[in-house]
């Protein structure tokens, strides 16, 4: 079964702390994976994938296909950074459907 | 250019009832594809829309059904509507079919089905 878990609902850092968001999946074959984010009052919007190896508002994340795993990791927060994020996994078939986890919290104190 | 555009953004009814949600595509995208968020919960795919015609769905009754015209806008429709139905409705655009990897979501709208 295709899959995203996000551990952590909620994340609480100190600004200038190192973030690190978990996101393990679980899909047969070669999978496409997505960070969504939402700030405040705002609409859900892409933050990155996978496939462009890109570095956005400071954040990247890795795939580690032997882990199942696509962290999202930033060495400084800062306190703009507070949002709701979340994982995804682009299903199999040219759907356009996504899976997505739970989602995690993150609120980035002063 | 204008982003996606939901309508209406609050809506009660009562179960049994039926409800109709629009979405107004990006300028540009030919694709429409359909959420449900419950609370505390990340969105889950209903359909997808590419030339009027129906080009995936997910594990969702028939009740939920769905519509695109010609100007690419979309319907979301759901029959005999049941408490669990009450939940944050999303659209999102996509410039082709398919599209994953290229999503723009709309604000959604808030059923509340009583």
């Known amino acids: 079964a295709q899959r995203v878990t996000q551990p952590e609902k909620l994340l609480s850092v100190f600004k200038g702390a190192p973030v690190e968001l978990k996101c393990n999946y679980s899909?047969?074959?070669?999978?496409?994976l997505f960070w969504y984010v939402q700030y405040s009052r705002q609409r859900l919007q892409l933050l990155l994938r996978?496939?462009s190896r890109e570095s956005i508002k400071g954040f990247t994340a890795d795939l580690n296909k032997g882990e199942t795993s696509f962290h999202l990791k930033k060495p400084f927060a800062q306190e703009e950074d507070s949002a709701m994020y979340y994982c995804?996994?682009?299903?199999?078939?040219?759907?356009?459907?996504?899976?997505f986890g739970q989602g995690t919290t993150l609120q980035v104190k002063p | 250019e204008t982003g996606v555009t939901q309508s209406p953004t609050h809506l009660i009814k009562t179960r049994g009832q039926q409800v109709t949600l629009r979405c107004s595509s990006q300028?540009?995208?030919?694709?429409v594809s359909w959420y449900q968020q419950a609370l505390g919960q990340g969105p889950q795919f209903i359909f997808q829309?590419?030339?009027?015609?129906?080009?995936g769905r997910g594990n969702f009754p028939p009740r939920f059904s769905g519509l695109q015209f010609p100007n690419y806008s979309s319907e979301l429709n759901v029959n005999a509507l049941e408490l669990d139905d009450s939940a944050l409705y999303l659209c999102?655009?996509?410039?082709?079919?398919?599209?994953?990897?290229?999503?723009?979501f709309g604000s959604g709208t808030q059923l509340s089905v009583l």
């Open positions: 995804a996994l682009s299903g199999s078939g040219n759907t356009g459907k996504l899976i």
């Open positions: 899909y047969s074959g070669s999978p496409e």
């Open positions: 300028s540009g995208h030919n694709t």
């Open positions: 829309y590419y030339r009027e015609e129906e080009n």
């Open positions: 996978h496939i």
């Open positions: 999102a655009s996509s410039p082709r079919q398919g599209g994953a990897e290229k999503l723009f």
